[in-house]
Every structure is written in structure tokens, then in C-alpha cells.
């Protein structure tokens, strides 16, 4: 499964980040980040057609001191599957 959608992520010490689509979510824990990036997904024209959204959030690497990126931020990288509910998704009949 190829992503349609490469999002950054980042940690502040605090709050996870992720951004796209000139949107930032923040959230204290990736489960209530994957949430937001859901809703947002459902609302946006392009993908709202589609039955399932593939999203890769990337860790920033950027993000970390030098002396720490040795310590395999790839961990943070991973495929997020978005299940879009039916009511998003457009149908053959009300297309024309």
C-alpha cells in the first residue's frame, strides 16, 4: 500500500505534531493525533471518494539535537490506514 499522503511529525517535549495541508495538529498522544488527521482527512474534497486514505507520518528529524538522531528516529515512522465512514463518500448516482 503506497501513501497518498506524507505528513511530518515531530515531538516538542510535550505534544506530539503533525502537519498538512496548512493544518497543525497537537496532541498530547499519537492516538488523539491519528484522531484529528482522520476528521481532517474526511473533509477534504480529494480523498473523500475514497474508501480507505493511506497516510505515512514521517518522524522530523530536523526536530532532534544532532547527538540524538543516532538513536533510530525511523521507530517514529509509520503507515496510518484512515477508513473513511460511507456518509464522505460520494456515490456513483449523485455524481450526474
Request: charged letters at 20%; a negative charge.
Amino acid at each position: 500500500m503506497a501513501p497518498e499522503i506524507d505528513i511530518p511529525l515531530s515531538f516538542d517535549g510535550t505534544h506530539w505534531l503533525a502537519g498538512f495541508n496548512e493544518n497543525l495538529f497537537r496532541a498530547s498522544d499519537l492516538t488523539q493525533l491519528e484522531k484529528y488527521i482522520s476528521e481532517a482527512i474526511c473533509h477534504i474534497p480529494s480523498y473523500t471518494d475514497k474508501p480507505i486514505v493511506n497516510i505515512r507520518l514521517v518522524f522530523d528529524n530536523d526536530s532532534l539535537p544532532v547527538w540524538l538522531r543516532q538513536y533510530h528516529s525511523h521507530y517514529f515512522n509509520y503507515l496510518l490506514i484512515v477508513r473513511l465512514p460511507v456518509s464522505s463518500q460520494t456515490t456513483m448516482a449523485s455524481r450526474y
